[in-house]
């Protein structure tokens, strides 16, 4: 039986070279996005070349009832996770007096609120099976700040 990783964000940039890096190592993937379902189809397409199954989920980690949902899909559909990777992220390039309180709450909500909802909706299988990783991909700018990403950085931090 195969390993079965899931990584949100997985449609382009890390996430994807992500997703294809662990088919290349032969895990089933679920590759997850918010809304670009055919670059997230591409990137099962390159997958599937390496032999493993591949499937694309689109939904909002900000949202935990769609969370839940998509690990009952993947369960269902691959089988239950070996590996999460919270890749699923959205920067803000605003300087602090300009971010609007609704900026501040979608940035947290996607990069704090993302994780969390992903990682307590994972828990229930892999604690089921004893067994799983999960991965937080972070950014340098958590450790130093970014200019004009007050948000972002504190994320990431």
């Known amino acids: 039986m195969s390993k079965v990783a899931i990584i949100t964000g997985a449609s382009r940039g890390i996430g994807r070279a992500t997703a294809l890096k662990l088919a290349r190592d032969g895990y ?7 809304d670009n379902k055919a ?17 694309s989920f689109v ?4 949202d935990s009832y769609e969370c839940e949902n998509a690990i009952t899909q993947i369960c269902e559909s691959l089988g239950c996770p070996d590996v999460l990777v919270n890749n ?6 605003k300087m602090i007096v300009d971010t609007t309180d609704d900026d ?4 947290m909500a996607v990069n704090v609120g993302g994780t969390f909802n992903m990682t307590r909706a994972v828990l229930v299988p892999m604690v089921k099976a004893k067994s799983g990783s999960i991965v937080n991909v ?3 700018w958590g450790v130093i700040g970014g200019s004009c990403e ?5 994320t990431k931090g």
């Open 28 to 34: 089933d993937l679920a590759v997850c996005c918010r």
């Open 39 to 55: 670059l997230a189809d591409e990137v099962c397409s390159l997958a599937r070349e390496y032999g493993v199954c591949a499937e």
């Open 150 to 154: 007050s948000v972002y950085s504190a």
């Open 104 to 107: 501040f709450s979608r940035v």
């Open 88 to 93: 699923a992220g959205i920067a803000l390039y």
């Open 138 to 140: 972070s950014s340098m």
């Open 59 to 62: 939904f909002d980690v900000a």
